[in-house]
């Protein structure tokens, strides 16, 4: 069975730092990994996509991941990071071996970035 | 940029009572999907739908849920009898656009319809 764990409820951090926030991921086959973003009252925004490749991913507003296959991780992170990332982060697998399937997320991580 | 679109924003309905949520997809995708994210958890899979049928559906969808693709361009999920933890935040999804493998896809989401059981 797939399953995602972002270990970490709630990240702050200070407006101009880096950014990261966890994921690991678990599947039988091989992963297609996602990240997106909610703000409030608002459905979820893909923000970024690992299939194969480069394991440094970039994507929307300024944000990258790592995928880290011996650690079955994939981290979102962002060099500098502004006010306006406040927002919900989920991170979510789908197994490649499985076609199309539906996205399994994890259970989000609350990040607040401070002026 | 195309969006998926979704009404109501706010359904407010007394227990036992039948909902239809509506979702209209971007027009080019093949791949239709209903999550749902009760209050402060994690975003579920509910069901998911390509060619007409189901596809694929969660142990949470049983037999009070439906959906149907009643006309080229809504995609609606209905309970037929709600309970009080049916209340939730339901999102609509779609993939895959023509010829193109869904797998690899991102899904779009729409808003969300934050359905209130009383």
């Known amino acids: 069975a797939q399953s995602v764990a972002q270990p970490e409820d709630q990240v702050n951090v200070a407006e101009g730092n880096p950014l990261t926030v966890k994921c690991t991921y678990s599947v039988s086959g091989n992963p297609y990994l996602f990240w997106y973003v909610q703000y409030p009252n608002r459905g979820l925004q893909f923000l970024l996509k690992y299939i194969t490749g480069d394991n440094l991913v970039k994507g929307s507003y300024g944000f990258e991941a790592e995928f880290n296959k011996s650690q079955t991780s994939f981290h979102l992170k962002k060099p500098s990071a502004l006010v306006s990332d406040s927002a919900l982060y989920f991170c979510?697998?789908?197994?490649?071996?499985?076609?199309?399937?539906?996205?399994?997320f994890g259970k989000g991580t609350r990040l607040s970035v401070i002026a | 940029e195309p969006e998926v679109t979704q009404t109501p924003s706010h359904q407010v309905t007394q227990m036992g009572q039948e909902v239809i949520l509506r979702c209209v997809p971007i027009s080019n995708h093949l791949y239709f999907y209903w999550y749902r994210q009760i209050l402060g958890q994690k975003v579920e899979f509910l069901v998911s739908?390509?060619?007409?049928?189901?596809?694929?559906k969660s142990e949470i969808f049983d037999d009070q849920f439906s959906v149907e693709r009643p006309d080229g361009s809504n995609f609606t999920l209905k309970i037929r009898s709600t309970k009080l933890e049916d209340s939730a935040m339901y999102f609509c999804?779609?993939?895959?656009?023509?010829?193109?493998?869904?797998?690899?896809?991102?899904?779009?989401f729409g808003d969300g319809t934050r359905l209130s059981i009383l």
């Open positions: 979510a697998v789908r197994d490649y071996a499985r076609g199309n399937t539906p996205l399994v």
């Open positions: 999804a779609s993939s895959g656009d023509r010829g193109r493998d869904d797998s690899n896809q991102p899904q779009h």
């Open positions: 739908f390509y060619n007409n049928e189901i596809s694929e």
